[in-house]
């Protein structure tokens, strides 16, 4: 199984930067994916980036600009650099991952609890 865990949320004024960090633990035998979405106030769940084990990123267009995805495979974490912050960027953030239990095995997919990220002056 796969335990992911977000930090680096908070409160922030319109116009600063946040970076989230999400670090995987558990019993795995590899992350193929991790990415990062978020829930605003009455929205529904939405696709902000992810990035694969070599690297390679894929953002929503409403993300392109203004958050940048990385991560760091041998700590087992990913991280969200998010700049220019707008209050409508306020949501809760949650970190997503596709793992191999085993080599050869199938992938799950899992959710960390998520992280607020509010922007108000």
């Known amino acids: 199984q796969v335990q992911l865990v977000e930090s680096g949320g908070g409160l922030v004024q319109p116009g600063g930067s946040l970076r989230l960090s999400c670090v995987a633990s558990?019993?795995?035998?590899?992350?193929?994916?991790m990415g990062w979405y978020r829930q605003r106030p009455g929205k529904q769940r939405e696709f902000l980036a992810t990035i694969t084990n070599d690297g390679r990123t894929n953002y929503a267009d409403s993300a392109k600009g203004q958050f940048t995805i990385s991560r760091d495979n041998a700590k087992k974490t990913e991280f969200l650099q998010m700049k220019t912050l707008k209050t409508e960027d306020t949501a809760v953030y949650y970190c997503?991952?596709?793992?191999?239990?085993?080599?050869?095995?199938?992938?799950?997919?899992?959710w960390g609890q998520g992280t607020q990220v509010t922007v108000s002056s």
């Open positions: 558990g019993n795995f035998f590899g992350i193929n994916l």
């Open positions: 997503y991952a596709i793992a191999v239990l085993r080599p050869g095995g199938p992938t799950f997919q899992y």
